[in-house]
């Protein structure tokens, strides 16, 4: 018994010990980390306005020239702050010539890194300083089996943000599909010839690439892409209809009714409700009467829509009125109060 007591105690001071001991080493840890942060904010405030006139204006008496990490690591946030906020494409590139410059070493290293954590802040860095001396290293990086879905996603980024040719390849053939998100985050960055490319070959891509060009032409209010679209709100596929009336509907492009007559009597209620959106968008008073069919529909978006819609046209508050005042229809008539109401006209029964 008392064996086992002695036992216990010996255990117990050895747990003691290893817990001291490891927060003995978390405060050493944080005390240099304070030490190094320190160092590195007093380097960064004696250096901040030679590297600012530096980059402004070519001065070699002011270029600063990093000798080791405190310095580096000084530099590279200063170059951060920099380049977040400055604009005009001559300070951007003399900020990208002095960053390939000084930090292409380091980040090649660090893009061979075992941590996950730190190849990504150097795809980052990449991105933002916007470096074009790596390259040949990303494109083995993308093409590696064991890189993960961020890496190839921010690799993807920068070879658009640089115009490489390979990021047209790699987003039409993903050995593992992107996100629609991501896809839209490409496209989003792409300047027009990049875009052009993929409303080129638009019949060649598979569907989900497709859908978010799509919804870019009216994220970005892409107004020179307005025919395509019509084109493709005649498309076979139900989805690639629906994404081009709603990036009409976000360009708010008037349709003629007789555009839209069709797709309010589809199948599909996302369909019918961005048609009644887009009849608004027209103006015509004739979109009253099939607005008011709308009305009766059977799902709340496209009866909800459809009275929206008739209180943009012309006399279309009078018309909904009417319809208040006629219909034996409870779904149309509590859709049409609800709606006046919100126009300010006070409903009687």
Not at 48 to 66: C, G, M, N, T
Not at 172 to 194: C, D, H, I, K, V
Request: proline letters at 2%; hydrophobic letters at 40%.
């Amino acid at each position: 018994m008392a064996m086992s007591i002695q036992v216990v105690y010996v255990l117990f001071g050895g747990l003691l010990l290893l817990l001291v001991c490891f927060l003995s080493y978390l405060l050493i840890q944080k005390a240099r980390l304070n030490a190094f942060r320190a160092k590195v904010e007093s380097y960064k405030d004696s250096m901040k306005e030679s590297l600012f006139i530096y980059l402004y204006r070519k001065d070699e008496e002011h270029r600063v020239e990093p000798k080791n990490k405190i310095e580096l690591a000084g530099v590279e946030e200063l170059l951060s702050s920099f380049s977040a906020a400055v604009q005009g494409d001559e300070i951007l590139n003399n900020i990208t010539l002095y960053a390939e410059k000084v930090f292409t070493p380091k980040y090649k290293k660090e893009l061979h890194h075992s941590r996950w954590s730190v190849r990504m802040n150097a795809l980052y860095a990449i991105e933002d300083f916007g470096l074009t001396t790596l390259t040949h290293q990303l494109v083995e990086m993308y093409e590696k089996k064991n890189s993960t879905a961020a890496e190839k996603n921010q690799i993807l980024k920068i070879l658009v943000k640089l115009n490489r040719p390979e990021f047209v390849v790699y987003m039409t053939n993903a050995s593992r599909p992107l996100s629609e998100f991501m896809y839209r985050s490409l496209f989003g960055t792409m300047n027009s010839e990049q875009f052009q490319q993929f409303i080129n070959k638009f019949e060649h891509l598979q569907e989900e690439i497709q859908l978010p060009l799509i919804d870019m032409i009216g994220i970005n209010h892409k107004l020179e892409y307005i025919d395509f679209l019509k084109m493709h709100m005649k498309s076979s596929s139900e989805e690639l209809r629906i994404r081009s009336l709603k990036s009409l509907n976000a360009l708010s492009f008037p349709l003629r009714i007789e555009e839209l007559t069709k797709h309010l009597q589809s199948g599909i209620w996302q369909e019918r409700m961005m048609a009644t959106k887009l009849i608004g968008k027209t103006r015509d008073e004739k979109g009253l009467s099939l607005l008011e069919q709308s009305l009766k529909d059977s799902h709340f978006l496209v009866r909800s829509n459809a009275a929206q819609s008739m209180m943009k046209i012309p006399t279309g508050k009078e018309y909904l009125v009417h319809v208040y005042k006629t219909t034996d229809d409870k779904f149309s008539k509590d859709m049409a109060a609800e709606w006046l109401e919100k126009g300010g006209v006070t409903v009687v029964e």
